[in-house]
């Protein structure tokens, strides 16, 4: 690498030292040679093969904060900010990798028996075994209070009955943490919602549909059906009753890392149009030199550099372990808003053929449009901000 180029870069965003950047170098290389030849007839085909994952832990990517004694390289937050950073620059199409990384491993890491983080994490870390989370159902959404999926004791196992939908890493999935209801009549409700660890060929666990998306195609996402499957009780993540308390924890870092993935992805629309509006021309001239499209892209400039700074901000107190439910709050809706606000433009200004899909700025219009609604929705991120007020 130009070595002004990573002096530059390191100053620029202090959290990253010589280790994240050689890293996000070596990772750079991985991206161009084993994901961007290929990543259009991933999303054709709706799905990542198995074989990048495996590709990736060799390579030490995945979940670089996992402990040695787990097979990992116990790196920080950071590294796993730069894969995140990375996989978004390709599309939201390889979401998955990084829930698996950063957003599932963590409860195991966090929550886990040694027996759990014995079993598990090796696998996690050389992409034999690909996680999912299971929150959402048919009738439950941001509200997880109210979930119907039940686990019931009997002897030593629970037995599950539900359905889960719109789980990212659903068909390829081998583990998979559901938020079930041991004790449905708890009051308050949350107080009975335990996590359960279901793997692949347990009796009774299937799948339905890969379902259709309007974006983000390569990333599969599936119903879960259970019925009457039996689950060990070491299977229980933590203690019973705490699931709630578990995925307000955690909930904080997934959508961190939901403003990372928005802002990565507003950055590249912003280049993508800046080069475009640079060598097409109208009028005898290229049409970056007209008034609207200055104003327009100076404006989204400014938006991103704005929510670039607020991320790292927060980025650097989440690694202190402060407590930041408020401001990552703002920081999902605004960033998520901001960027699918400005996919619109950026894709007016690509003309006709910003509806083309050969061009980027189309795939980008597509996966964006859902950052709003995931790891709780905008809605919910300005009703969590408006209770910390005081109102």
């Keep these: 690498m130009n070595k002004t180029l990573a002096k530059s870069r390191k100053e620029s965003r202090t959290f990253f030292n010589d280790d994240h950047i050689m890293f996000r170098d070596s990772l750079r290389k991985f991206v161009e040679k084993e994901i961007d030849p290929y990543f259009t007839q991933w ?29 990992g390289t116990g790196l920080d937050f950071i590294f796993d900010i730069v894969l995140s950073e990375e996989l978004s620059k390709v599309g939201g199409g390889l979401s998955g990798i990084g ?24 696998k996690f870390v050389s992409g034999e075994w690909i ?16 979930m119907t999926t039940t686990a019931v004791k009997d002897g030593s196992d629970y037995i599950v009955n539900g ?38 060929g347990m009796e009774g ?23 009457n499957v039996r689950v ?18 955690k909930l904080q870092q997934e959508r961190l890392l939901t403003a990372v993935g928005a802002i990565t992805a507003a950055k590249d629309m912003l280049d993508l149009t800046l080069q475009y509006v640079k060598e097409r021309e109208a009028f005898g001239k290229p049409i ?34 402060q407590d930041l439910v408020t401001e990552v709050s703002m920081a999902k809706w605004w960033t998520t808003d901001m960027a699918r606000k400005i996919s619109v433009e950026c ?45």
């Design 232 to 249: 060990p009780a070491e299977n229980l993540l933590g203690e019973e009753g705490k699931g709630f308390l578990y995925l307000m924890q």
């Design 131 to 146: 996680s999912a989370i299971a929150m959402t159902e048919p009738g439950a959404g941001s509200d997880l209070q109210k």
């Design 347 to 391: 894709m007016q200004l690509h003309g006709g053929y910003g509806y083309m899909e050969e061009y980027k700025i189309a795939r980008r219009f597509r996966d964006i449009a859902v950052t709003p609604i995931f790891a709780g929705s905008n809605e919910i991120m300005k009703v969590i901000i408006a209770k910390n007020l005081g109102l």
């Design 99 to 122: 829930l698996h990384s950063n957003v599932v491993t963590p409860y195991i890491t966090s929550f886990g028996t040694e027996e759990q983080k014995m079993k598990y994490l090796p």
């Design 43 to 71: 999303e054709n085909d709706r799905i990542v093969p198995r074989e990048l994952w495996l590709k990736l832990g060799s390579q030490g990517f995945l979940c670089p904060s996992v402990e040695e004694k787990y097979g």
């Design 288 to 321: 970056g030199k007209f008034q609207n499209t200055q104003f327009t892209l100076a404006e989204i400039a400014t938006q991103v550099k704005i929510g670039q700074t607020f991320v790292d901000d927060l980025i650097l107190r989440h690694l202190e372990g």
């Design 163 to 200: 359905q889960k939908t719109f789980i990212t890493n659903g068909i390829l999935s081998d583990v998979i943490i559901i938020a079930c209801k041991t004790d449905p009549k708890a009051v308050p409700a949350h107080n009975g919602v335990s996590l359960l660890i279901i793997e692949r």
């Design 205 to 227: 666990f299937s799948r339905g549909r890969k379902l259709d998306k309007v974006g983000m195609h390569s990333q599969d996402t599936a119903e879960l059906i259970f019925e």
